[in-house]
């Protein structure tokens, strides 16, 4: 009787055949199995279908089916298929290697069962199981790497990672620039992420192991804002309050004359504090301060209107004093900051003179009440425009520390 032949090409020798020569017969059957064990193959997959062949009781390359790796290599433009036979069974390590960005199907070479298809991008390794499960329709199944291979595209389900280093960037399916990552020497705080159960929020938390009061600070790009949706979002920061001359008013003793200033009937009317060009004279408001107001120094400028041609400057001052629950008002105000404005040269324009430096407000602090004194340095030698400044307001600047006024 004949040698038969595995799917491998193993030679299986009769009882009482070829005499004397089972010594070379069988070595080749040991590198046979040797390759199906552990050789490798660099297979051209130029065409398709490329057809990996079997050599019956021969070993080495010819005998391309009885290999455990193989790597396809050549160049291909088109999707490619590669076949073994239908009796094949064997557990195979193979890698794509070829060239072009076509598919590559690996299966049986007839018959409706499984196969496996590196995509048009996957240039990696497969470990594949040919069953040989069934006589006409065989199944080929990818039993997967284990592992995520360094090189290869693959997609994670299910799966947790521990304590996972995450390089300078994250990019976003399509490859552009989602988040980048900036090193921070001794880092010590963080961010921390939590979800929120029904009918919560999520939570984006600022911790650390050193620091207790942490700030989480986000910085828009150049003039870019802060938005929630579309809404630019309120922050702490310098904010204005615009007190006009209608919510003062001169004092008791030098004080500025309240007047009406008609321009054209129908027309803009301006409403102002007359502070005399020879003579220091005085007017007052008072104002609670915001609580998100971080009780340091404020600036202001004046609004004012010239009451001649005269462009000379003019010398505006502010000062300030708060007064706490139950205490008297009866308080002398601080220095006052001076600001310097030139006329304008025309009768009814409004004018607007530069920010101060900054006021000192005495005795700052929370829910208190804050008085505030204006007056026109005329008898200062700096101070050398001719006609009256006619006052139409105050805008004060003050700085804020806290998101409102809760």
Do not use: C
């Not at 919560?200 to 870019?224: C, F, K, Q, R």
């Not at 404005?341 to 003179?353: P, T, W, Y």
């Amino acid at each position: 009787m004949a040698s038969n032949y595995t799917g491998l090409g193993v030679q299986l020798m009769t009882t009482g055949e070829k005499a004397g020569l089972w010594g070379g017969y069988t070595n080749t059957n040991w590198e046979i199995i040797e390759q199906t064990a552990g050789g490798y193959l660099s297979q051209a997959i130029t065409s398709t279908p490329t057809t990996l062949a079997v050599a019956d009781g021969t070993s080495g390359d010819t005998n391309q089916v009885a290999h455990r790796v193989i790597e396809f290599t050549g160049s291909i433009g088109e999707a490619t298929i590669v076949t073994i036979p239908l009796d094949v069974q064997q557990v195979y390590i193979i890698k794509n290697s070829s060239s072009g960005a076509y598919t590559v199907q690996f299966k049986y070479v007839t018959g409706s069962g499984g196969s496996v298809t590196w995509s048009a991008t996957d240039k990696g390794y497969k470990i594949l199981y040919a069953a040989a499960d069934d006589v006409t329709n065989p199944n080929i199944l990818d039993i997967g790497m284990g592992d995520v291979t360094l090189a290869g595209t693959q997609t994670l389900t299910n799966k947790t990672l521990t304590s996972p280093k995450i390089g300078t960037d994250i990019l976003d399916t399509g490859g552009n620039e989602l988040m980048k990552i900036a090193v921070t020497g001794s880092a010590e705080n963080e961010f921390t992420m939590a979800a929120g159960a029904s009918g919560n929020g999520p939570t984006l938390s600022s911790t650390g192991s050193v620091d207790t009061n942490i700030d989480i600070n986000i910085n828009p790009g150049g003039t870019g804002v802060l938005k929630s949706g579309t809404a630019p979002v309120k922050i702490a920061g310098l904010e204005t309050i615009f007190v006009p001359a209608t919510a003062m008013f001169g004092t008791t003793t030098n004080g500025a004359e309240a007047v009406a200033i008609e321009t054209t009937a129908t027309r803009p009317e301006m409403k102002v504090l007359d502070f005399d060009a020879s003579t220091i004279e005085y007017a007052q408001f008072s104002i609670a301060m915001p609580k998100s107001w971080d009780l340091q120094e404020l600036t202001f400028q004046a609004f004012w209107s010239p009451s001649n041609t005269d462009t000379g400057d003019a010398l505006i001052g502010l000062q300030a004093i708060s007064v706490a629950d139950d205490a008297t008002s009866d308080i002398a105000f601080p220095t006052a900051v001076n600001v310097t404005d030139a006329g304008g040269g025309a009768v009814e324009d409004v004018l607007v003179s530069p920010v101060s430096a900054n006021v000192t407000v005495t005795s700052a602090a929370d829910n208190t009440y804050t008085y505030f004194q204006i007056a026109r340095k005329a008898t200062d030698v700096a101070d050398d425009f001719t006609g009256d400044v006619r006052l139409l307001g105050i805008k004060i600047f003050y700085t804020t520390d806290l998101a409102n006024d809760a």
